[in-house]
Antibody, heavy 120, light 111 residues
Framework: QVQLVESGGGLVKPGGSLRLSCAAS????????MSWIRQAPGKGLEWVSY????????YYADSVKGRFTISRDNAKNSLYLQMNSLRAEDTAVYYC?????????????WGQGTMVTVSS | QSVLTQPPSASGTPGQRVTISCSGS????????VNWYQQLPGTAPKLLIY???QRPSGVPDRFSGSKSGTSASLAISGLQSEDEADYYC????????????FGTGTKVTVL
């Protein structure tokens, strides 16, 4: 079935780095753009980053620009988020989500999320 | 920080109709379509409405969406206990160069 599975979350100290992965299955990954979206504990949803189907177009939220890098490997059906210079306010569940142009660019498939905790 | 404003809470008894508003601006809701997501407790968000008023396959027709100008709304008719969840509106924002913005979220409680 169509599925996204995140991994790579964990506890990291402020200033540290972490790389999240998102494995896609059940659909042609290279046909879809993808995003990372996060949710701090007890808070709402915050869009983090976007990457086009080919990887040629990338956008970031201002809160992570210059610190996070999104990438994808279509041969491996995988999406990544390299997170550097982590701060306490980056603590959140990170979801990867599939974007659908045919649905006016809504996110129709979400992973279960991976928790990132930034604390000393 | 969210640029789309929603009421923090809404409630109703089973069978009632509940409406959630979402207020934005000309650069987001005014220029692009609105999507709605439902997040049940402890789970990932799920697409509920796309393109202002379209339901993905499997979403009950009790859920409906509408948009007018720079505002949108989600209506839940025939409220059921399983509808108790957080609801978020969202849209792309033209002023923020490829940014997707979410609403502040509304907690729906079934009394």
């Amino acid at each position: 079935q169509v599925q996204l599975v995140e991994s790579g979350g964990g506890l990291v100290k402020p200033g540290g780095s972490l790389r999240l992965s998102c494995a896609a299955s059940g659909f042609t990954f290279s046909d879809y753009y993808m995003s990372w979206i996060r949710q701090a504990p007890g808070k709402g949803l915050e869009w983090v980053s976007y990457i086009s189907s080919s990887g040629s177009t990338i956008y970031y939220a201002d809160s992570v620009k210059g610190r996070f890098t999104i990438s994808r490997d279509n041969a491996k059906n995988s999406l990544y988020l390299q997170m550097n210079s982590l701060r306490a306010e980056d603590t959140a569940v990170y979801y990867c989500a599939r974007g659908v142009a045919a649905a006016d660019d809504a996110f129709d498939i979400w992973g279960q999320g991976t928790m990132v905790t930034v604390s000393s | 920080q969210s640029v789309l404003t929603q009421p923090p809470s809404a409630s109703g008894t089973p069978g009632q109709r509940v409406t959630i508003s979402c207020s934005g601006s000309s650069s987001n809701i005014g220029s692009n379509t609105v999507n709605w997501y439902q997040q049940l407790p402890g789970t990932a968000p799920k697409l509920l409405i796309y393109s202002n008023n379209q339901r993905p396959s499997g979403v009950p027709d009790r859920f409906s969406g509408s948009k007018s100008g720079t505002s949108a709304s989600l209506a839940i008719s025939g409220l059921q206990s399983e509808d108790e969840a957080d609801y978020y509106c969202a849209a792309w924002d033209d002023s923020l160069n490829g940014h997707y913005v979410f609403g502040t979220g509304t907690k729906v409680t079934v009394l």
